[in-house]
């Protein structure tokens, strides 16, 4: 357990699991359970899920389910199976023996859907779903009955039985719940329980051409697996009803469905449906872009499940929605890369220096620290020799006052290795710096000067002759505004609900699409800046993809999934900047 998790107060959901457990109200049992619905790859939001459920069932000595949700086969495939089994698995989250499918349930489902019809409670209709939808009302009107309302009990289980053998098109009927097309919960007004979609299913092929919506299912799902706690996003709390009153009409085992604020975080999109769009659209690689708020994307990109674990642990789990700073997710990550990175020199953008009284053919190895936060880290040799690369940026030939780095006839030390002091300046045609001319110091080897005399400056090098090439991916925000869903607003499509979370993304009757622009309009022309030719010092070699490193003063970074034994490529995971830890003692946080 991290300090935060022993010495915070508890959340609302704890508070209600430990009275749950005081009054022996599930028999001293906390069963939870995280329901994806495999139509993408799982983001950070999803992460705060997950932590929780899993955090909970950890926490009490309970158990979480791994649940897919597969009820729309029209939008899920096997590969988002798999990548998301392979993200809670990353997280280190243990789901016990078997990973669940609401498709297994497919048959119990639909045997409590003949078990309403016959209770007066269930009608097949004959309307098309735009039409119920119409005929739906509004929050100020009431509905209006469907026609095929009061059919008998018989008809209904003869149509319903051919709407399940396939003798009916898509959308031509729906089985609907009968509730009260008046009330005020528009979300009680006759719900469809199942429609027709002629779809072969990953898992159930076509054994099926009718599928149960969100609604119904759901409560069914948790219901057969005996789960005590249901908890879900806030958007669902006007579900709750309906979640209710099915599981009461069956009088089966009804767990407590509980809804938390989903994750929002600044600067990101969180909706599979927009984030596939980016793939679509070849806005990004893939899913796992590193710059793609996906759990893939951010491990490809060298975050660490504790970081991740820790963030989702500090932003702790309310009633209310708010939005997080992206900020705060980096300093979780900074600080556990912090402590585990091994440092390492690399150069992204090469300025040649040449140590003119450092002899030719001759090396030199010197002792560097592997990371000053972990003495059991040890020490490695890095090699210096007459020629070297240092950071183009380091240098300037007519430097501002607060400029402490290398100019012509000023002394700085090289990390790790000696004083050198700029004598010459070499140009090319057009005027630009292409090497430097500098002498050394023997005397300061290890970075002191026996003297006591002082420099301002320290740089990273790479020796050239020692250097191996990497390819380095550099990365800023995907989009342009501090908050991804909020600037689509400003995309002149106006305050639509679509921009936000709503529980009509789920397997419901709610068909609308997302328009493309409203997710592309506010991405970042820079956002990934490819630099094909930077140098790191030879301890690099046979590094593999996953290994993480932090380049000393430039940041964190990640060996890519495309790296080979012949080209190493690395993802800067993020600067060394924590503008989080620099708000926070400023006092803005
Ligand atoms: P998306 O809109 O990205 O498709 P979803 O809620 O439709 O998300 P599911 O796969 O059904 O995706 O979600 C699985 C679980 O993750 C649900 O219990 C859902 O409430 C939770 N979840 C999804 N997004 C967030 C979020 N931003 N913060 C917290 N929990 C989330
Ligand atoms: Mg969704």
Redesign the pocket.
Known sequence: MTESQTTRSLNFIEEIIESDLASGKWDGRVHTR???????Y?????A???C??FGLAKKYGGKCNLRF?DTNPVKEEQAYIDAIIEDVRWLEFDWGEHVLYASDYFEQMYEWAVALIKSGDAYVCDLSLDEVRRLRGTLTTPGVDSPYRDRDVDENLDLFAKMRAGEFPDGSRTLRAKIDMAHANMILRDPVMYRIVHATHPRTGDTWCIYPLYDWAHGLEDSIESITHS???LE?EIHRPLYDWFLSKLGVHHPQQIE?????LTRTL??????LLLVNEGCVTGWDDPRMPTLSGMRRRGFTPEAIRNFCDRIGVAKFNSTIDLALLEHCVRDDLNKKSLRVMGVLNPLKVVIENYPEGQDDRLDAVNNPEDPSAGTRQVPFSRVLYIERDDFMEDPPRKFFRLAPGREVRLRYAYFITCTDVIKNDVGQVVELRCTYDPATRGGDAPDGRKVKGTLHWVSAEHALTVEVRLFDHLFLEDDADENTKASGKGKTQSVK?TAA??NSTDTRETPTDEVTSNLNPHSLDVRPTCFVEPSLAGAQPGDRFQFERLGYFCVDAESTSDRLVVNRTLTLRDTWAKMKQKGKT
């Not at 995280?34 to 993408?40: H, M, Q, S, V």
């Not at 938390?260 to 929002?264: P, V």
Request: charged share 30%; glycine share 6%; net charge positive.
């Open positions: 995280f329901p994806p619905e495999p139509n993408g799982l983001h950070i939001g999803h705060k899920s997950i929780l459920n949700d908890i879900c996003t669902f938390f604020a989903r994750l929002e969180m909706s599979k449906r927009k984030l979370a993304d789920k």
